[in-house]
C-alpha cells in the first residue's frame, strides 16, 4: 500500500514539503495536499500591490496549477482534525493519513483590536492591502503610523519595510512634507538577532524623519478621536494607520489538541519538528519552534521533515536537527532590498549578519520567488 502523506495548508511550508516528497516518491505515495484557499500569494507581495507595483491578479498563484506526480490538491476548509487517529476532516471529506502534516500557517485577527477594523487598516490580507491601496491616494496630510499590534507577527522587517516604501510613495507625490511617518513596534531594535541590520534600518529611518518608537504594541484604535492607543496608556495621533493585526493559532489546530491556546503555537519536538502525536508534524508559522514567522522558515521546516519521511521510509539515516536559518530580504526603498541571514537554533543565541540595500539583492529577491514558483508549480517566471 502506498504511504498516505497529508498536508494541510498549501503555504510556504505545505508547497515545499509536497515538492519534495513528490519528486523522492512520485507515484509511489499518495500525498494529499488540502487548501481552503485557490491560489498561492508570496506575503512580500502585499506589499507591491499596496504601493502599485504589482496588479492583484499578478500576485495570484492559482493551486489548479500544480501537477505534481503523486500529489492530489483539494481545495477544502479543514475542520477537525484528530492527531491520534491521523484523521481529518473537511468540507469535502474525510482523509486518513499514515503521516500527517499541520502547515496552517498563523491565522489573522483584525476585530481582536478595537477600533482597527473601523479607523484603520491592516495590510497582511489581501483585501487588507487592496484596501489600502485605494486608500492611499487620498491621504494628503498628518501623521501616519505602522503599527502592530500582538507579540507574535510574521515578517519582523514587515513593518519596517512598509515604513520606507510608504516613505517612498509619499515623496514621489509631493505629500512626505505634510505628513509624518512612525513605527510602533514590540522589540526594542527593528530586527533584535540582527544588530546590523537594525542599525542599518534605523538609519534609513533617520534619514527619512521616520520615528520608531520601540517596545511597544498599539492596543486599540480610537476612530473618533483619531488616536491610536499604546499599551502602555500613551496615544499617539494619527490620519492613516497600517496595522498588523493580532495573530493566533488557527481555532481548527486549537480544538485539536495541538496548541493549548490560542496564542500557544504548537509545541514540537525542535529537532524533528514532530508534535507530541507520533507521525504528526507542524510547520511553519503554526507552530513554536522558536524561529520567526516567515516563509523561509517555513521551508526550513518543511525540509526537515521531508528529510525524516525519506529516511523513515528507505530506512536511511534521519537528518540533521533543523537548525532554524534562512534569508530574508529587505526593502529599504529607493528600488534597493538589503539582505539578513538569520540562525536561530544552532547556537546559544539567534545571530544574524546584514548585507546591506543592493540592486543586485533586489534581483536577488526576484530570483528567489520566481524559484519558488518553477520548483512549486512548475512555472517558468521572466525576471523584471
Ligand atoms: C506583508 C508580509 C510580508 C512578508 N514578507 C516575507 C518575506 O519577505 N520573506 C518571508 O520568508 N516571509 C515573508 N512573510 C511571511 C510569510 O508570508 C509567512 O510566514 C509564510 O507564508 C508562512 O508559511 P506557512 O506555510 O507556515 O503558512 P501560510 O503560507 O500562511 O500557509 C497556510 C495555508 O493554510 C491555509 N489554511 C489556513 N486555515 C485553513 C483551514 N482551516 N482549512 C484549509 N486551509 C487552511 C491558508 O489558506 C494558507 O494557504 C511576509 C508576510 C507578510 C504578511
Redesign the pocket.
Known sequence: MRTRVVV?????????LTTILSDAFGEAMDIVL????DA????????DVIFGRQMPAEIRHPYRDIVKSGVRFVQ????FIDPTARRVR?DTGTFDADVLVV??????DPAATPGLVEGGNE???VPG?LALRDVLPRFERGPAIIGVTGKS???P??PS??ALLLHDYLVARGRRQATEIAVVMPFGTPIPPSPDTSEAILRAFAERGIRFVKDRLVQALDPKRKVAVLNDGAEMPYELFLG?PVHRV????VESGLAADPFGWVPVNKKTLETRFPAVYA?????GVGT????????G??RVVAASVIAELRGGPLPDAYDGA??????FGHGRVGRVDVNFLSGPKPTGTFQEPSDALRSE?VR?GASRLERWFGRRITET
Open positions: 494541510l495548508g498549501a503555504g510556504f511550508g505545505g508547497l515545499e488540502i487548501d481552503k484557499g498561492f500569494v508570496f506575503g512580500f507581495s502585499k506589499l477544502s476548509t479543514v475542520r473537511t502547515a496552517l500557517g498563523a491565522d489573522l495590510f497582511y490580507t492591502a507577527f510574521k515578517c522587517p514587515a519595510e512598509a498588523v488557527p481555532a481548527v489546530v510547520v511553519g508559522d503554526v507552530n520567526p514567522k516567515a516563509g523561509v522558515f517555513a521551508e521546516a518543511a534562512g534569508s530574508c530580504y529587505v526593502e529577491k528567489f
